[in-house]
């Protein structure tokens, strides 16, 4: 079955440093890759996705790139702020449209001022 | 427009007791999805519904839980005979036809004492 693994937590850093969060993911056929978001005391959303293998999803200054050679989807930012701090989850659907989420564990970020 | 709504925001329910929530999904949005979000666990599916028909319930863990949608609209999950390990926040998220962005509303918190 399908599965997401994320690198583990917590990460704290200092604005302006650059971020890195690994995940990679176990799946049959051509995932669509995702990342979402919690921010403290708000409800999941989506930062970012991708579609195929090579697209790069960005947003908010985030980026991540679908490799499936790698089997990754790492999320990177170049220089973090106080008000990224959140839970990152990664996560996959299956080819299509509808398809169910399968998550990470999520992983939380303190961006320390 | 509106996003997801979820209610209630909060439940506390003895063990044993049974327990009903509800999803309002995005208007004009078929497809509606419920997760499940624990500490131990993470963010786990449970079920999804394509109209009124639910063609994925693999995530239900036990015959104590049921959901329902109507109209092609509102769903109500419910949880017969609460157990202390179903305490978490149930999570409610729906897409339109076409799209695999998956909205998600605020969880409703359940507390099994």
């Known amino acids: 079955g399908n599965s997401v693994t994320q690198m583990e937590g917590p990460v704290t850093l200092s604005e302006e440093a650059f971020l890195t969060i690994n995940c990679t993911y176990t799946?049959?056929?051509?995932?669509?890759l995702f990342w979402y978001v919690q921010y403290p005391g708000e409800g999941l959303q989506l930062l970012l996705k991708?579609?195929?293998?090579?697209d790069k999803g960005s947003n908010k200054g985030f980026e991540a790139t679908y490799r499936k050679e790698t089997t990754s989807f790492h999320l990177e930012k170049g220089s973090v702020q106080v008000s990224d701090s959140a839970v990152y989850f990664c996560?996959?659907?299956?080819?299509?449209?509808?398809?169910?989420?399968?998550f990470g564990k999520g992983i939380t970020l303190s961006v320390r001022p | 427009g509106a996003g997801v709504s979820q209610s209630p925001s909060n439940k506390v329910t003895e063990k044993g007791k049974d327990v009903e929530l509800r999803c309002d999904p995005i208007?004009?949005?078929?497809?509606l999805y419920w997760y499940r979000q624990s500490l131990g666990q993470g963010l786990e599916f449970l079920i999804y519904?394509?109209?009124?028909?639910?063609?994925?319930k693999s995530g239900l863990p036990s015959d104590r839980f049921s959901a329902e949608r109507t109209g092609g609209s509102v769903s109500t999950l419910t949880i017969q005979r609460t157990q202390q390990e179903d305490s978490a926040v149930y999570l409610c998220?729906?897409?339109?036809?076409?799209?695999?962005?998956?909205?998600f509303g605020p969880g409703t918190r359940l507390t099994v004492l």
């Open positions: 991708a579609t195929k293998a090579d």
């Open positions: 519904f394509q109209g009124n028909s639910a063609p994925d």
């Open positions: 208007s004009g949005h078929t497809a």
């Open positions: 799946a049959t056929g051509y995932p669509s």
């Open positions: 996560a996959l659907s299956d080819t299509g449209a509808n398809s169910k989420l399968t």
């Open positions: 998220a729906s897409s339109s036809e076409r799209g695999n962005e998956q909205f």
